[in-house]
């Protein structure tokens, strides 16, 4: 069992910047580790997400923009949030795959079906 746990949510004008974070704990056995996001009415996106070794995916939509990093000692995530915009407000979940994906390139791992931890959402509002 995983628990992830994110933290760093909130409103901020259009242009700037916020940090999550996520830990996870437990059993750490994982792979790719990130975020997927949600807007009102749209389908979960995946956003971010990296493994131990630093492999990265990132969406096109926030590419330049955000920036992925790690602690593996702390079984931890980050995501830098910079040149925010309006249409990056969303649910923000941090997300854990197992380790039976291990391998696949976090690249391919795009489903909320490729991730068997959830953690609780943190809420990311941008206005203009």
């Known amino acids: 069992q995983v628990q992830l746990v994110e933290s760093g949510g909130g409103s901020v004008q259009a242009g700037g910047s916020l940090t999550l974070s996520c830990a996870a704990s437990g059993y750490t056995s994982i792979y790719c580790m990130g975020w997927f996001r949600q807007a009102p009415g749209k389908e979960h996106e995946a956003v971010a997400t990296?493994?131990?070794?630093?492999?990265?995916y990132i969406a096109d939509s926030v590419k330049g923009r955000f920036t992925i990093s790690k602690n593996n000692v702390k079984n931890a995530r980050y995501l830098q949030m910079n040149s925010l915009k309006p249409e990056d407000t969303a649910m923000y979940y941090c997300?854990?795959?197992?380790?039976?994906?291990?391998?696949?390139?976090?690249?391919?791992?795009?489903?909320?079906?490729?991730?068997?931890?959830w953690g609780q959402g943190t809420q990311v509002t941008v206005s203009s």
């Open positions: 990296m493994d131990g070794g630093g492999d990265t």
């Open positions: 997300v854990a795959s197992s380790a039976r994906k291990r391998g696949a390139g976090c690249y391919t791992l795009l489903s909320v079906y490729d991730y068997e931890a």
